[in-house]
Nanobody, 122 residues
C-alpha cells in the first residue's frame, strides 16, 4: 500500500520556523519527484516546491523562495520542507505528493498525503 505521511506542522509566530517531513512507504521512493503543495482556507491548492528524484534540481514558487527549502533523503524515504521566516499568509494545510516527472501542476501528482496544518500567527 502506497502511503505518504506528513508531520511537523503546528502553530508558530510570524518570523518563526518549522520543518515538515513526509515519510513514504509502498513505493520506490528514489524514482519519484516529490512535491509540496498547500491549501489555505477558501483557496485552491497551490504548488509550493518540488525536488527531482536524485535531488539534482529543486524549484519553488516565488512567494517562498529564499524562505523555504525542499530536500530529501532517499535512504530514509523522506522528503522535507524547511520553512523559515514564516508569514501569516503561509497558513495552510501542507501536503506532500509524488510524481513521475517534475511539474508544479497538482494533477500530475498521483499519490498524496493527508496533510499537516501550519498556522502562523501575526
Amino acid at each position: 500500500q502506497v502511503q505518504l505521511v506528513e508531520s511537523g506542522g503546528g502553530l508558530v509566530q510570524a518570523g518563526g520556523s518549522l520543518r515538515l517531513s513526509c515519510a513514504a512507504s509502498g513505493l520506490t521512493f528514489r524514482r519519484y519527484v516529490m512535491g509540496w503543495f498547500r491549501r489555505a482556507p477558501g483557496q485552491e491548492r497551490e504548488f509550493v516546491a518540488a525536488i527531482s528524484a536524485s535531488s539534482i534540481s529543486t524549484y519553488s514558487q516565488d512567494s517562498v523562495k529564499g524562505r523555504f527549502t525542499i530536500s530529501r533523503d532517499n535512504a530514509a524515504n523522506t522528503v522535507y520542507l524547511q520553512m523559515n521566516n514564516l508569514k501569516p499568509e503561509d497558513t495552510a494545510v501542507y501536503y506532500c505528493a509524488a510524481a513521475f516527472y517534475e511539474s508544479p501542476r497538482p494533477e500530475n501528482y498521483a499519490t498524496w498525503g493527508q496533510g499537516t496544518q501550519v498556522t502562523v500567527s501575526s
